[in-house]
């Protein structure tokens, strides 16, 4: 395939957390908001005058001071963000918006205020106590708990319009980039898709870490670009398969499967697309605030959630997104030391093969792309017994 | 009379092990065969003690006697069934090994509260198996039951009188790894040659290898489980309500309990939707009466406790170590109201407190040298770790961190205000009122520790437990910045493999060696191997 005009582009916007379109938008005098985790709606964060972005520490080789600080057996997730806070890699932001979603993204959040290593005027922290489960007395802890410690300080400290209006308009602007991701995306349904997993990976993550209506026009023009993107003459790979799990946002990691083989299909992964790029509904006589919550309260797939429902639901939807992509196999990650992954992965690996008959190879992983060599043979191992059940078949 | 103990005593002092460590001619550790960890006699306290001791431990015979007695069928099969209850066999041991060098107020103190988990934890363990389906019980029988996460306090439950609650996890694991240091490894393989990382808490690991493994007694017609303490703690959970396959309620409490404006009113509908599942499910109503006989119970416990921590802060209390921790524990986790021999011996005990407190009693003899407070979650493997660095070092466990848990008065006649207080007291339970929920909690051990006047603090260090491994350097800094002796003591909860108790007990001898430069107190304590022992 001829190679996507902003590739490069958007592959050096990911190069650094403080990429030059988070500079722009700082520049002109907004806000920059971090955060981790789906559980604080990235819609919230880009109310007028404010953008959300997703918090990584691009390139980071070396955890030693976050690892003094959280130990060698944390999440290197988490470690990787404090470290690059202490470098000084988050000066740009004026706020970091965690959440309890497990206890190391909530003890690395508590070190941005007790080491304070992010230097920018009134620059705070805050911290929700997200539900555990999907039910309306959960939903409206989640209210609650977003309206304390999200929109108050919004408004009090940004002086943020946290309004119904303004929060429609955000909806409106959030829609209309859901809706550029969600076509690209669907070209992966394709049985000779236009676009390969990794270029999809970039795409949607340049989307999360940079200010909504700076990405936006050259994500509609990709779009454009690739309605009439001419394919390959055959599926240039060996099997597909949904790729499912904890945090991964490094494109580099999807490319290492699709190197093997196996091109990702599906993201069904923290800053994954399936689920965050669905568009938000506004049911009637529905505040904008409510349909918000209860939006991302349905789609939220975490693997911290409890309740049979929630749990029934991630599987269902794992199955559903096997079947509409066409998916051979699913592989399943967890960052190294994810308690709720580490779990999730090997109880829903046994329903998907032993209950659903679908393929899964789990694997584990660092943060910093490494033991390249092991993964590879697990995945080209993978790959392999997927072809060999389709000769079989 | 007493001139003529006073004789024999002299006489026969070169075997007790804490004169001979007084006068280099060995200790406590002489007594045992190494590697098995097999005593060769018992420890000799002198006359009154040694009897007294005695006098307990057959007390303690008698009521596993009387367990067998309950549900002798039951208890035969649940033998061939269960392997972790074969492990109970070592109580005895255990509990010898709790209170090695106890003498005088603080033996009878802690016999008097060990007997009262015996007696409790025997009785519990009759009343299960006799209603275990998987061990020949009816339906119908079993259904009294109401299977439950263990960390889930059982207060609430004390509004069913008809019911019996069952801390799931109680006998196959939460307790019995405290008595076996061997026997949850087992459940931990079962775990992880499914697929579970070894690097999730082994506590969870071992949960999760328990329900793989069917060794669930299988009681009840619903579950409840529960978001506390911790993430693997949530995440086993869904294996535990596949296996089990009853259906469940998630008694998910606010995680970042301390807010009073967002927490208790979640809180608070949780423990309502909590007994509502359980006359939906068991056709029941809550009897409100009930339950405020039961507050008053733990009120009086806890009026008890408040009074107790004045005691420990001045040093006159023969309350002191693995005792005092393990009562509180079992107590308040596994008790919660419902049993009211516990405020019986309670009020013995604090009879006995009180004499204490005005004769100014120093336990063990006033060796103590260091007054610690012992924070973070303990490694259940070496449940006997506070007796030992006391008559290794003289250090005193003055108080333990789970001994923080909830302890506000519940409204006795309100139900509105009772419930509040319920759901206050509910989500401060063990491993997770101080563990997680915010730098508040964990960082509160200094005030705790200053309080109790401690020099010190041993921050037991779980190598797999996320919330306490993210704050590790700033604890340190904080303990260098206040004034605390400090010491990390690495653990791996219930896996004695990962990291064994010596290495245990290195950690807190090289920091007493090397940075403090003291001497042991009884110097056959320092290396040994009981890497066999129960």
Not at chain 1, 287 to 313: E, P, T
Request: net charge negative.
């Amino acid at each position: 395939m001829k190679d996507l005009k902003h590739l490069i582009f958007f592959e050096n916007l990911l190069q650094d957390a403080q990429n030059e379109l988070v500079t722009k938008a700082v520049e002109e005098g907004k806000h920059a908001l971090g955060y981790n985790c789906y559980y604080l709606p990235e819609v919230l964060l880009n109310l007028d005058g404010c953008f959300s972005t997703r918090l990584r520490a691009p390139r980071c080789t070396s955890t030693d001071v976050a690892t003094y600080y959280m130990t060698g057996r944390t999440c290197p997730y988490v470690r990787s963000i404090l470290e690059r806070a202490i470098e000084g890699g988050y000066n740009y932001l004026s706020a970091v918006f965690g959440s309890e979603s497990c206890a190391a993204m909530e003890r690395m959040e508590e070190h941005l205020y007790l080491l304070n290593p992010i230097k920018h005027e009134n620059f705070f922290v805050t911290i929700i106590d997200p539900p555990m489960r999907g039910d309306k007395t959960h939903l409206d802890y989640y209210k609650a708990q977003l309206r304390k410690h999200v929109l108050a300080p919004m408004e009090k400290v940004l002086k943020a319009d946290t309004s119904d209006e303004a929060m429609r308009r955000a909806i409106e602007r959030f829609n209309e980039l859901c809706e550029v991701i969600t076509q690209i995306g669907e070209f992966r349904k394709l049985d000779n898709p236009p676009i390969t997993g990794y270029e999809f990976h970039v795409i949607q993550v340049v989307s999360e870490v940079c200010p909504h209506e700076l990405i936006l026009p050259y994500l509609k023009e990709t779009l454009e670009e690739i309605k009439t993107r001419e394919p390959e003459p055959s599926f240039p790979f060996r099997a597909r398969v949904v790729l499912a799990g904890s945090e991964v946002d490094d494109p580099d990691f999807t490319k290492l499967i699709e190197t093997c083989g196996a091109m990702v299909v599906a993201d069904r992964y923290c800053f994954g697309s399936l689920p965050s790029r669905e568009k938000i509904e506004i049911l009637d006589g529905e505040s904008a605030f409510d349909a918000i919550c209860r939006h991302y309260l349905h789609w939220n797939q975490c693997a911290r959630f409890m309740d049979g429902m929630k749990i029934d639901q991630r599987h269902s939807e794992l199955l559903r997104l096997a079947r509409e992509y066409k998916a051979d196999g699913i592989i399943y990650e967890n960052m190294k030391f994810c308690e709720f992954w580490s779990y999730e992965k090997v109880l829903a690996s046994h329903i998907m093969s032993a209950e659903n008959g679908i393929p899964c190879c789990t694997i584990e992983k660092e943060y910093a792309l490494g033991s390249v060599g092991q993964l590879r043979t697990r995945f080209q191992a993978f790959v392999e017994s997927l072809e060999i059940k389709k000769i079989n078949e | 009379m007493g001139k003529l103990i006073g004789f024999i005593d002299d006489k026969l002092k070169r075997f007790d092990p804490v004169w001979r460590a007084e006068n280099g001619k060995g200790g406590q550790r002489s007594r045992y065969h190494d590697v098995t960890g097999v005593a060769k006699y018992r420890e000799w306290r002198g006359v009154k003690d040694t009897m007294f001791d005695y006098a307990s431990w057959l007390n303690n015979v008698l009521a596993m006697v009387k367990m067998v007695g309950s549900a002798p069928v039951s208890i035969m099969k649940g033998f061939w069934e269960y392997r972790w209850m074969g492990s109970y066999l070592g109580t005895f041991m255990f509990i010898d090994r709790l209170f090695e060098g106890y003498r005088g107020e603080e033996l009878r103190v802690a016999h008097a509260q060990m007997h009262a988990i015996v007696r409790s934890l025997t009785g519990r363990i009759g009343y299960i198996l006799s209603h275990d389906r998987r061990l020949g019980a009816s339906q119908a029988k079993s259904e009294k039951l109401v299977p439950m996460d263990e960390v889930l306090p059982e207060l609430f439950m004390t509004g069913f009188p008809g019911l019996y609650p069952v801390p799931l996890q109680t006998l196959p694991e939460f307790i019995i790894c405290d008595v076996d240091q061997h026997i949850e490894p087992y459940y931990i393989d079962v775990a992880e040659s499914f697929g579970l990382p070894a690097d999730v808490c082994s506590r969870c690991a071992a949960e999760t290898g328990v329900a793989l493994d069917d060794a669930f007694p299988l009681v009840g017609k619903a579950l409840i489980t529960t978001n506390m303490p911790c993430n693997a703690s949530e995440a086993t959970s869904m294996f535990q309500r596949r296996r089990v396959g009853l259906p469940d309620y998630q008694a998910t409490l606010a995680m970042i309990h301390n807010d009073d404006e967002l927490a208790l009113p979640f809180s608070r509908q949780i423990m309502k939707e909590t007994i509502a599942f359980v006359e939906e499910q068991y056709g029941v109503k809550f009897n409100w009466d009930a339950f405020f006989k039961a507050a008053r119970r733990i009120n009086e416990q806890n009026n008890f406790e408040l009074e107790k921590w004045d005691y420990m802060k001045t040093g006159y209390t023969a309350e002191v170590g693995v005792s005092e921790t393990l009562y509180k524990l079992y107590e308040w986790q596994s008790v919660n109201g419902a049993d009211p021999y516990f405020n019986k011996v309670d009020r013995k005990v604090m009879k006995r407190l009180r004499k204490c407190y005005e004769k100014k009693y120093q336990p063990f003899g006033g060796k103590t040298r260091h007054r610690a407070f012992l924070w973070g979650p303990s490694a259940v493997y070496y449940t006997d770790f506070p007796t030992w660095v006391q008559n290794c070092w003289g250090i005193a466990i003055v108080l333990n961190m789970d001994s923080t848990m909830g302890f506000n008065m519940i409204d006795t006649e309100d139900p509105d205000k009772a419930i509040d207080d319920l759901a206050r007291l509910t989500q401060k339970a063990t491993m997770r009122h101080m563990a997680v929920g915010g730098w508040d909690n964990v960082n509160a051990v200094w005030e705790w520790a200053h309080n109790f006047n401690c020099d010190m603090v041993l921050m037991n260090d779980n190598i797999a437990c996320k919330g306490m491994l993210g704050v590790h350097a700033i604890m340190e800094e904080q303990a260098r910045d206040l004034g605390f002796r400090f010491i990390f003591i690495e653990h791996d909860l219930e896996d004695s493999r990962t990291v064994s108790r010596q290495n245990m007990r290195d950690c807190v001898n090289q920091y007493m060696s090397i940075v403090l430069n003291e001497e042991p107190l009884d110097p056959t304590l320092l290396n040994f191997d009981d890497s066999d022992a129960y």
